[in-house]
C-alpha cells in the first residue's frame, strides 16, 4: 500500500493520469491510496444481495428493485470482514465505505481493507471474484468493467440449476432420520397444488428461484383467484412450484459449508437467526458450544451431527465439478402434538450463495462471555449493528 507522497512519484514514474484533486483527502490518509497495476493479483469481493432475485431472473441486464440497490449501496463493505489485507472490496461509494467499516471494526476488531469503486476496476490485477452469489447480472457488469475473472454462461447456468428448490426436495428426500420430519413436492401443475391443499389443509408454495420473503406463499383452506393467479404466473415463468405441508416452527437456525468443487463438503459452523415475516433480521454470534447448547433444549446435539455429516456426503457428491463455494442450508425445529414435543425440520432452503450466517461466522465470540446480536436495522440507510440480547 503506498500513501500521498509515494503515490505521486509512482503515478509520475509510470505517467499514470490521474485527478488527484478529486480524491477526498479523508479517505486518502485511512485507505492509503494504492498504485494501480503494480500490486500483485488480487481477489475482489463484493456483497450482491440482489442475488437471489437476479438469479430468477436470469438476465445480463438486470435492475434489482431499490431496496436491493439501498441494501448493497449500505452495506457493501461487508466483505471486508473476511477480504485479505491485499485483496479488494468493490463498493459503491469509498468515502461511506470507510465510515461504515471503521464503526463496525470499532466493536469486533479486523483490520484496514481496501475499498474499490467501479471506475477503479479496469485498473486492479484481480485473478479472482468472490460475490455474494453468481449470476448472469454481476459476470455482465464485471465483463463492462474491464474484470475478465468471471465464469462462463455455462457454468453460470449449473450454478442457477443447482440452486433451484428441487435440490431442497432432494435432499430432504434423504434426511428422513429418527427425530427429523419434513416432506416436499416439485409440482407442475394447479391441479398438483390444488391436491396437497386438501391432503394438509394448511401448505406453503415456493417459486423454484427467489429470495428469502418473497416468492413464498402460506395458503389455508382453498384457493382464491388470487393465489391461483399468483401459482400459474410462476409455473409459466419457471416450470414448476415447490409444494410442502405448513410446520409450526419454534426455531430458525441453519448450517453454514463451503464446497471445494471436488467432491469435499466441509462443515463450517452453526446459524442462530431470526426473520420477520419471512425476511432476515439478525443472528445469534455465540461460540459454537454455545449455539448447540441452545438447540439441544429441542434436538439432540446427536442428530445435529448426523444431518450435517450426511449434507457433506450427500452435497459433496452433487457439487462435484459443478460448485466451489460457500453455501448455507436454513432449518428450522417445529413442535409436534405431543407435549413438548420437538422435530427437526433439516432442509428449508439450500442457499448456494455466502449468506448472513457465514457473517456471523466471521464476528468472534467476545471476550467478556456474552453472546451479542448482529442485526441489520433500516433507518435513514441499512446498518449492522452488533449489540448484548
Given at each position: 500500500?503506498i500513501c500521498?507522497n509515494?503515490f505521486?512519484k509512482?503515478?509520475?514514474?509510470?505517467?499514470?493520469?490521474?485527478?488527484?484533486?478529486?480524491?477526498?483527502?479523508?479517505?486518502?490518509?485511512k485507505?492509503c491510496?494504492?498504485?494501480p497495476?503494480?500490486?500483485?493479483?488480487?481477489?475482489?469481493?463484493i456483497?450482491?444481495?440482489?442475488?437471489?432475485?437476479?438469479?430468477?431472473?436470469?438476465l445480463?441486464?438486470f435492475?434489482?428493485?431499490h431496496?436491493?440497490?439501498?441494501?448493497?449501496?449500505?452495506l457493501?463493505f461487508?466483505?471486508a470482514?473476511?477480504?485479505?489485507?491485499?485483496?479488494y472490496?468493490?463498493?459503491e461509494?469509498?468515502?461511506q465505505?470507510?465510515k461504515?467499516?471503521?464503526?463496525l471494526?470499532?466493536?469486533?476488531?479486523s483490520g484496514?481493507?481496501?475499498?474499490?469503486?467501479?471506475?477503479?476496476l479496469?485498473?486492479i490485477?484481480i485473478?479472482?471474484?468472490?460475490?455474494?452469489?453468481?449470476?448472469?447480472?454481476?459476470r455482465s457488469?464485471?465483463?463492462?468493467?474491464?474484470?475478465?475473472?468471471?465464469?462462463?454462461d455455462?457454468?453460470?447456468?449449473?450454478?442457477r440449476?443447482?440452486?433451484?428448490?428441487?435440490?431442497?426436495?432432494?435432499l430432504?428426500?434423504?434426511?428422513?432420520?429418527?427425530?427429523?420430519?419434513?416432506?416436499?413436492s416439485?409440482?407442475?401443475?394447479?391441479?398438483?397444488?390444488?391436491?396437497?391443499?386438501?391432503?394438509y389443509?394448511?401448505?406453503?408454495?415456493k417459486?423454484?428461484?427467489?429470495?428469502?420473503?418473497?416468492?413464498?406463499?402460506?395458503?389455508?383452506?382453498?384457493?382464491?383467484?388470487?393465489?391461483?393467479?399468483?401459482?400459474?404466473?410462476?409455473?409459466?415463468?419457471?416450470?414448476?412450484v415447490v409444494?410442502?405441508?405448513?410446520?409450526?416452527?419454534?426455531?430458525?437456525f441453519?448450517m453454514?459449508?463451503?464446497?471445494?468443487?471436488?467432491?469435499?463438503v466441509?462443515?463450517?459452523?452453526l446459524?442462530?437467526?431470526?426473520?420477520?415475516?419471512?425476511?432476515?433480521?439478525?443472528?445469534?454470534?455465540a461460540?459454537?458450544?454455545?449455539?448447540?447448547?441452545?438447540?439441544s433444549?429441542?434436538?439432540?446435539?446427536?442428530?445435529?451431527?448426523?444431518?450435517?455429516e450426511t449434507?457433506?456426503d450427500?452435497?459433496?457428491k452433487?457439487?462435484?465439478g459443478?460448485?466451489?463455494?460457500?453455501?448455507?442450508?436454513d432449518?428450522?425445529?417445529?413442535?409436534?402434538?405431543?407435549?413438548?414435543?420437538?422435530?427437526?425440520?433439516?432442509?428449508?432452503?439450500?442457499n448456494?450463495?455466502r449468506?448472513?450466517?457465514?457473517v456471523a461466522?466471521?464476528?468472534p465470540?467476545?471476550?467478556?462471555?456474552?453472546?451479542?446480536?448482529?442485526q441489520?436495522?433500516?433507518?435513514?440507510?441499512?446498518?449492522?449493528?452488533?449489540?448484548?440480547?
Open positions: 500500500m500521498s509515494s505521486l509512482v503515478v509520475q514514474s509510470y505517467n499514470i493520469s490521474f485527478k488527484l484533486q478529486s480524491l477526498n483527502s479523508k479517505i486518502s490518509k485507505l491510496i494504492f498504485a497495476k503494480l500490486r500483485k493479483m488480487a481477489t475482489l469481493y456483497f450482491n444481495p440482489e442475488h437471489d432475485l437476479a438469479l430468477a431472473a436470469n445480463a441486464n435492475t434489482s428493485p431496496a436491493g440497490r439501498k441494501l448493497r449501496a449500505d457493501g461487508l466483505p470482514l473476511w477480504a485479505g489485507e491485499d485483496d472490496i468493490l463498493v461509494n469509498v468515502e465505505a470507510v461504515a467499516y471503521g464503526r471494526r470499532a466493536k469486533v476488531g484496514p481493507r481496501h475499498f474499490v469503486d467501479k471506475s477503479q479496469a485498473r490485477n485473478n479472482k471474484v468472490e460475490p455474494w452469489g453468481w449470476d448472469l447480472a454481476l457488469f464485471l465483463l463492462r468493467y474491464g474484470v475478465d475473472a468471471v465464469p462462463s455455462d457454468e453460470i447456468a449449473i450454478i440449476d443447482l440452486s433451484h428448490r428441487k435440490h431442497a426436495v432432494s430432504l428426500s434423504e434426511l428422513h432420520l429418527s427425530g427429523t420430519t419434513g416432506t416436499s416439485c409440482v407442475d401443475s394447479l391441479a398438483d397444488v390444488s391436491a396437497m391443499l386438501v391432503e389443509g394448511h401448505i406453503v408454495v417459486a423454484p428461484w427467489s429470495s428469502s420473503g418473497r416468492g413464498v406463499r402460506f395458503i389455508e383452506g382453498e384457493l382464491d383467484d388470487y393465489q391461483s393467479r399468483w401459482i400459474q404466473n410462476i409455473i409459466s415463468k419457471q416450470g414448476s409444494v410442502e405441508p405448513y410446520y409450526r416452527k419454534v426455531k430458525d441453519g453454514e459449508f463451503e464446497s471445494d468443487g471436488k467432491g469435499n466441509n462443515y463450517l459452523g446459524s442462530l437467526f431470526h426473520t420477520k415475516n419471512g425476511a432476515y433480521t439478525g443472528n445469534l454470534i461460540a459454537e458450544e454455545e449455539k448447540e447448547e441452545f438447540l433444549a429441542y434436538i439432540s446435539v446427536y442428530l445435529l451431527k448426523t444431518v450435517r449434507i457433506c450427500k452435497l459433496g452433487l457439487f462435484a459443478k460448485y466451489q463455494g460457500l453455501f448455507g442450508i432449518m428450522m425445529v417445529v413442535s409436534t402434538d405431543e407435549k413438548d414435543g420437538f422435530l427437526l425440520h433439516p432442509c428449508v432452503e439450500i448456494l450463495r449468506t448472513m450466517g457465514h461466522l466471521f464476528i465470540p467476545f471476550a467478556d462471555g456474552f453472546v451479542r446480536i448482529m441489520i436495522v433500516l433507518t435513514d440507510k441499512y446498518r449492522i449493528r452488533v449489540r448484548k440480547p
